[in-house]
């Protein structure tokens, strides 16, 4: 149901397509790879643009569709393109941008392999990148060349929660013709909506927040204009990495329950980050909500909470953080997030390995960085197995100690 006035989450129960058929309340999958054509005409006239319709599900299926349109209407964009995962929709969207000889301006807060995505395949093809400290606009606004053409973002970024302006940046690459994409994986449109803050494409892994439940793995870009939306969907129709229709239907049916999720995460997050900055084993809490965090007012302006992902230093450094990851029960101990089950992993040895060490220090991420997804399991049980996990954290310290005397 297209209907501008209804509240956000509203939007979550109904976007997608106004009717399905036989008054369907739910999207219906349309588990096929393929449409019949009418008539020899028809499919003629279908190729040839002058009749709308679906062709071939690479080009475009109902189902997919329903949840193209959803996710569109929640960004505040134009249209959706479901991509088969979110490093499928990073690439079709610099390959949608950039051409060899052409320049990105790269965030040096990104998740990992969209780093090496830029450097190793990009970079192959001649496009040049450069990672700089988006968290400053006047260090973007110097690293902005005549043959820039994109600035890409990552905000809040993974895994340190760094923050980049997304509408004061946006000013500053209009101003030079470059284009600005966010990622906003991390905070789904229930709490960021970069589109309406200025910048140009917004895209997600639908991985994690989006769909929720830890079930899929999808990805989504959203553009603001029609023009775009033909480039971009050239693009993803060449490149192929599309989502399918049950992998659609799941995402579609994750979002139902977005801003309610969102809300728990914010909360229990809070918590959880404000028991950690209070306790003795922890060096250091990143969470945009802490007072205590420089980017906390930048926080406030951009989003509508702090989001459910934290990263913390333990006192002792990696050691104490593998003593941890291997000593917590509930929080599970697994890459990805933004499901409804807590995770926990360490991001120098996993999700930002590939990146490499230089590239990593200069995101910030040390080796005894941990990250946790908080999850909407009761914020009291979260605690007590992260308290659990400290405890043992503390007897090997103690342990160690005894050990080097
Ligand atoms: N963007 C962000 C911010 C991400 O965190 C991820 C995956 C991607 C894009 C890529 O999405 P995918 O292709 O996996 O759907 N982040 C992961 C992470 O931190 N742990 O495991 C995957």
């Known amino acids: 149901m297209k209907d501008n006035n209804l509240n956000f989450d509203s939007k979550c129960v109904h976007s997608g397509i106004d ?3 036989f008054g369907s309340v739910i999207p219906p999958i349309y588990q096929t790879s393929t449409f019949k054509f009418q008539s020899a005409q028809q499919g003629a006239s279908l190729f040839a643009g002058e009749e709308k319709g679906y062709i071939y599900t690479r080009m475009l299926n109902p189902t997919v569709e329903a949840l193209e349109n959803c996710i569109a209407e929640l960004e505040g964009g134009y249209k959706g393109l479901g991509c088969g995962s979110g490093m499928a929709a990073i690439h079709t969207t610099i390959a949608s941008i950039v051409s060899a000889g052409d320049h990105v301006v790269c965030s040096n807060y990104v998740y990992g392999p969209t780093t090496t995505l830029m450097k190793s395949i990009f970079g192959k093809f001649g496009v040049q990148a450069d990672f700089v400290d988006t968290s400053d606009i006047n260090i973007v606004r110097a690293s902005i060349r005549p043959d820039t053409k994109l ?4 905000t809040p970024g993974n895994p340190t929660l760094v923050l980049s302006d997304i509408s004061e940046i946006s000013k500053i690459a209009h101003q030079h013709n470059c284009l600005v994409v966010v990622d906003n994986t991390f905070m789904s449109p229930a709490l960021q909506q970069p589109l309406l ?7 997600h892994s639908l991985t994690k927040f989006l769909n929720g439940h830890a079930d899929v793995v999808g990805g989504i870009i959203v553009v603001k204009d029609e023009t775009a939306y033909t480039a971009f969907r050239k693009t993803l129709n060449q490149l192929g990495g599309v989502i399918d229709p049950f992998n659609s239907f799941l995402v579609h049916r994750g979002i139902k329950t977005l801003a309610l999720r969102m809300e728990r995460h914010c909360q229990s997050a809070q918590i959880i980050a404000e028991y950690l900055e209070n306790h003795s084993m922890v060096e250091k809490v990143y969470f945009p909500g ?8 930048l926080g406030l302006k951009q989003h509508k909470g702090p989001g459910g992902m934290i990263a913390f230093e333990l006192k002792g450094g990696l050691e104490s953080g593998r003593v941890m990851m291997n000593s917590v029960k509930l929080c599970q101990l697994a890459v990805s997030l933004g499901g409804v089950e807590s995770l926990i992993q360490h991001p120098a040895s996993m999700t930002h390995y590939s990146m490499g060490k230089e590239a990593r220090l200069a995101g910030g991420i040390t080796d005894g960085l941990v990250r946790l997804s908080v999850g909407i399991e009761n914020v009291n049980d979260i605690i007590s197995d992260l308290e659990t996990a400290f405890k043992a954290v503390k007897e090997n310290r103690t342990k160690e100690k005894e050990f080097s005397v």
């Open 19 to 21: 009717e399905y058929e």
């Open 151 to 154: 600035v890409y973002l990552e």
């Open 197 to 203: 803050m200025g910048a140009d494409v917004v895209l």
């Open 290 to 297: 802490l007072k205590s965090n420089p980017q906390y007012q």
